[in-house]
Nanobody
């Protein structure tokens, strides 16, 4: 399964950004998909995940600010990020797994990542 992220960039604190992740055609709706991130000098952490049927899960640090969604007709996953904080600066990775998860050891396929930088 090929997983490719896009949409990262530089944004001011308090701003918004939307990440996208496209997977191989014909396989997207077979997988739960989600987002992880890794900040400089820190371990990778789960951000949000969505089941094949649309059930959503969020890390406490992103709940209420981030919204995950998927469009199975476009094989695309989205992460709408609002009220961004300096501590949201990280490389964001799209992930595909058999079930929704915020644990990186449960992930089967990873994208290469897209960088999000939040400035003051």
């Amino acid at each position: 399964v090929e997983v490719v992220e896009s949409g990262g960039g530089l944004v001011q604190a308090g701003g918004s950004l939307t990440l996208s992740c496209k997977t191989s055609a014909g396989t997207f709706d077979d997988w739960a998909v989600g987002w992880f991130r890794q900040a400089p000098g820190k371990e990778r952490e789960g951000v949000s995940s969505i089941s094949r049927g649309g059930l959503t899960f969020y890390a406490n640090s992103t709940k209420g600010r981030f919204t995950i969604s998927r469009d199975n007709t476009k094989n695309t996953l989205y992460l709408q990020m609002n009220s961004l904080k300096l501590e949201d600066t990280a490389d964001y990775y799209c992930a595909a797994s058999l079930f929704p998860t915020l644990k990186d050891y449960d992930v089967d396929y990873w994208g290469r990542g897209t960088r999000v930088t939040v400035s003051s």
